[in-house]
């Protein structure tokens, strides 16, 4: 059980410090977690009895429920803060949270937060394991993931895989999650988007600038397109959403330029006619709903390596259900 | 208050950056003053204490001209008393306190008050620096000739940008009646808004909000602009980047009333320090890149730079330990300024310790007009005793300051101050 713990280490903070290998543990231990969401009776014993608390300090839809449902699938007990309304809405400090929660003996903590390098904070401070389901601007580990598996079950491959992020890289966590992610294990990421939102020096993480999306468009196999922050108009750093669909938005008469058919990602919400049009968003080649089922899956795998669970007996708990 | 004893220090180095003077000899002072520098001076009869500084290195003592000592207003995390004891156990005997205190150093009495708060703790002098503005709220002038005539030796907003040209031009003017100069936190805050660090390859890893080098640089040429518009004399404080040197030694060829300093941390850090989202190493300006560090030591040994300021930033344990984002900035600088200065650059062979000395001592009199800084006959007896060959450990626990914010623990630096005399008396002796 412990080799597992130790091949993940205590937290799940991003992807920049996981080796290619623990990325493709990961990755591996969610195949067979997919099929328990396939069931009848969506559920697996094999965290029954520890209890993880869900620590959201930024509003949450998607993250929060596909974390609820993988944790209740794997029949762990939990328990959902958010931030208003709680002690940290009184002024409580994060870590002064953290060890209350702590002081009632839980086992695991799934944070969100709105500052970048909150959720090491939070694992350098607590015994606890801790599993950033987003901090600031710097990562979304999980998302990252489940972007990775959607590309892999798809191409069947992540080796060479040309895949661009499109839009606010500058801001964006899932950003910077898959460029970590992708690149460890041998794709090749292009970033795409006004120069306003493009992070300084950020070449030097490995990437490929694309300056413009009809760039992105006959370069890539696969697009991610991010969501474009409505706040990004009154900071300045960009005129108006109309332009930025003009210049920078995913449609099909663009799409069709393409040397190939291109797999279309979004981590959601979707601003439709924004950043995506409606018809590429739902027509044939797009992956946004897969993204979300393999999301549950992914984060059932976290859950369980950090518990201490090995892949076999991620195959086995599986099967021994299906009888 | 009585006249100290006589001290005699016998058989130092004894390093007078003030005349360029650098050999073996006795030091004798007397009545609160230098009464003799030379070899094997005897004192006329009566009590005079000797100290053997065989070995060790006798100098004016250091003067740092940027400091925070939050008395007023944050005595928790550092007072008058406490900043002046931290700032003799680092070698310093004068220190400038900077006004951003609660409530803002910017009239008469509260000048008064920071001066008579440190003349009462009898450890390292306290000059006072006015505001700049009422308030530091940018707007309206605060009343520099009464604080001058109550001790203010220069204003500043610093901790805050003077964000109207207007005020600054009429600040470096009006500062002309008064002889003093204007000091700069240089920073324009609509490209540095919400900053956390240097913008670079680490805030983009770490998704930090940066602060870009122009965010600095366009206020220093602003403020040398002015500089040469107003005739007025701009001092430059806790210079960062590469850009902002080479600003200062163009307006220094110019021949403008420009000087600068540089703090410790920014010629020994770069952004790296950062990782791991580490609050000690967050300040404003923030630490750069390995090609900004070198071109700050680089100009501090050819003299571009003028001093070494410690921007000494004392806060509470809980205000650091936080998310970055809401951690301040700032660190504390006093106890670990010399040895740094000596590990990072005489030890790596880029000045002489005269040529440090004179930076730290004679420098900082001179650009704020400071009595002290030299050990000519007459002077004040500001002197301290240093010893520049023993390697310590840097032990936060061990500081004198009442905060421990600092980068610097558990570092291993060379040189350090053993004894620090004030006006005759001895302010700091290590045990």
Redesign the interface.
Same mark, same amino acid.
């Given at each position: 059980m412990t080799t597992a713990t130790a091949a993940l280490g205590k937290d799940l903070v991003g992807l920049?410090p996981l080796s290619a290998e623990q990325i493709r543990l990961i990755l591996d231990t969610a195949e067979p977690f997919k099929e328990v969401s396939e069931r009848s009776i969506k559920k697996v014993p094999a965290l029954r009895g520890k209890t993880i608390v869900n620590l959201f300090f930024e509003a949450s839809t998607r993250t929060r429920i596909s974390f609820e449902f993988a944790e209740k699938r794997l029949s762990a007990d939990t328990v959902n803060v958010a931030a208003s309304g709680s002690s940290v809405s009184k002024g409580e400090?994060?870590?002064d949270t953290a060890r209350n929660l702590e002081a009632m003996r839980i086992d695991m903590v799934v944070m969100r937060?709105?500052?970048?390098?909150?959720a090491?904070?939070l694992g350098e401070r607590i015994a606890s394991n801790v599993i950033n389901a987003g /901090?600031?601007?710097?990562?979304h580990p999980t998302q990252g993931l489940l972007d990775m598996l959607t590309l892999r079950d798809h191409f069947g491959r992540l080796e060479g895989l040309k895949v661009a992020i499109c839009g606010d890289v500058l801001h964006s966590?899932v950003a910077?999650s898959n460029i970590w992610g992708l690149t460890k294990l041998g794709a090749e990421v292009g970033v795409c988007g006004p120069m306003t939102l493009m992070?300084? /020096?950020?070449r030097?993480?490995g990437v490929t600038v694309l300056p413009r999306i009809e760039d992105a468009i006959q370069w890539a196999d696969a697009l991610n397109i991010l969501r474009l922050q409505l706040e990004r108009m009154q900071a300045g750093f960009l005129p108006s959403l109309r332009e930025y669909n003009r210049v920078f938005g995913v449609s099909n008469d663009r799409l069709s330029k393409a040397p190939k058919d291109l797999l279309i990602m979004h981590p959601g919400p979707m601003n439709r006619g924004v950043e995506i049009d409606s018809d590429v968003a739902d027509g044939p080649h797009s992956v946004i709903l897969p993204q979300v089922t393999n999301g549950v899956a992914v984060r059932m795998a976290v859950l369980y390596l950090l518990a201490g669970g090995t892949p076999a007996l991620a195959q086995s708990a599986g099967r021994a259900e299906d009888k | 208050m009585s006249s100290p004893k006589p001290i005699l220090i016998r058989g130092g180095r004894v390093i007078d950056p003030s005349r360029g003077t650098d050999g073996v000899a006795d030091v004798l002072l007397v009545g609160g003053r230098v009464e003799a520098v030379g070899l094997n001076i005897r004192p006329e009869e009566g009590e005079v204490e000797t100290i053997d500084a065989a070995g060790r290195v006798v100098a004016p003592g250091l003067i740092d001209l940027h400091t925070h000592l939050r008395e007023p207003g944050n005595e928790d995390v550092e007072n008058i008393a406490s900043g002046a004891l931290a700032a003799a156990a680092g070698g310093f005997t004068a220190v400038c306190a900077m006004p951003n205190t609660d409530p803002v150093t910017d009239n008469q009495a509260a000048v008064g008050f920071v001066k008579a708060r440190g003349e009462a703790a009898r450890r390292a002098r306290v000059y006072p620096i006015g505001a700049i503005s009422l308030g530091q709220k940018g707007q309206q002038l605060a009343e520099f000739g009464e604080m001058v005539a109550a001790g203010a030796v220069a204003v500043s907003d610093d901790g805050k940008p003077v964000v109207s040209s207007h005020l600054m031009r009429t600040a470096l003017e009006y500062a002309r009646t008064f002889g003093i100069p204007v000091a700069d936190h240089c920073e324009d805050p609509t490209l540095t808004a919400g900053a956390a660090m240097h913008e670079g390859i680490v805030s983009t890893r770490l998704g930090l909000k940066g602060y870009p080098s122009a965010g600095e640089e366009i206020m220093v040429a602003r403020d040398i602009i002015l500089a040469e518009l107003t005739g007025g004399q701009v001092h430059l404080c806790h210079l960062s980047s590469r850009g902002s040197v080479e600003l200062v030694r163009r307006a220094k060829e110019k021949g403008l009333r420009v000087t600068a300093e540089v703090c410790p941390h920014h010629f020994t850090l770069t952004h790296d320090a950062v990782e791991g989202y580490n609050t000690n190493a967050k300040m404003s300006p923030p630490l750069r890149e390995a090609a900004d560090r070198d071109a700050l030591r680089q100009a501090i040994a050819d003299g571009t730079i003028d001093t070494i300021a410690t921007d000494h930033a004392p806060h509470h344990y809980d205000a650091k330990e936080r998310e970055f984002d809401d951690a301040p900035n700032g660190i504390i600088g006093l106890e670990t300024a010399f040895g740094l200065a000596i590990t990072e650059l005489v030890e790596t062979g880029l000045m002489t310790l005269p040529e440090l000395l004179l930076r730290m001592t004679t420098a900082p009199a001179r650009i704020f007009n400071l009595p002290g800084g030299t050990l000519v006959t007459g002077a004040p007896a500001d002197v301290v005793i240093l010893d520049v060959g023993t390697e310590w450990v840097v032990d936060p626990r061990e500081f004198h300051s009442k905060s421990r914010n600092t980068p610097f623990a558990g570092r291993r630096l060379k040189g350090r101050a053993d004894l620090t005399i004030v006006g005759g008396e001895i302010v700091y002796r290590r045990s």
């Open positions: 920049e400090t994060l870590v937060h709105g500052s970048s390098g909150a090491r904070f /901090d600031g601007k710097h990562e966590r910077r992070p300084r /020096d950020v030097e993480l | -």
